[in-house]
């Protein structure tokens, strides 16, 4: 089991940055790939973006390649999502994700530990 703790949202106005995090706690970190998802209003859950546990290899959705960087620090156990040139349409409760695999996925089903989401505001 790991818990997950994402922090770091909240307003920012179009083409501004944020930078959220997740923190996990209850297991060992360094075993479980690492994503974000995000549901935009009245909307369903998408990827964002995750990276495999040892940080080798990285993957994102066609919205946010070039803006967006996934990254982790195994020694915090924390990971993290840097959001550059933002727009109205990231506006979005993000949610960070965890599997105990090498492999990690695009679709919500293949994630089976989700933290409670953390609120992203755009202002155009």
């Known amino acids: 089991q790991v818990q997950l703790v994402e922090s770091g949202g909240g307003l920012v106005q179009a083409g501004g940055s944020l930078r959220l995090s997740c923190a996990a706690s209850?297991?060992?970190?360094?075993?479980?790939?690492m994503g974000w998802f995000r549901q935009l209003p009245g909307k369903e859950r998408e990827f964002v973006a995750a990276?495999?546990?040892?940080?080798?290899?990285?993957y994102y959705a066609d919205s946010v390649k070039g803006r967006f960087t996934i990254s982790r620090d195994n020694a915090k156990n924390t990971v993290y999502l840097q959001m550059n040139s933002l727009k109205p349409e990231d506006t979005a409760v993000y949610y960070c994700?965890?599997?105990?695999?090498?492999?990690?996925?695009?679709?919500?089903?293949?994630?089976?530990?989700w933290g409670q989401g953390t609120q992203v505001t755009v202002s155009s």
């Open positions: 990276i495999r546990r040892n940080g080798d290899y990285t």
């Open positions: 209850g297991s060992i970190f360094s075993s479980y790939g």
């Open positions: 994700v965890a599997r105990g695999t090498l492999e990690v996925y695009r679709t919500i089903s293949s994630w089976p530990y």
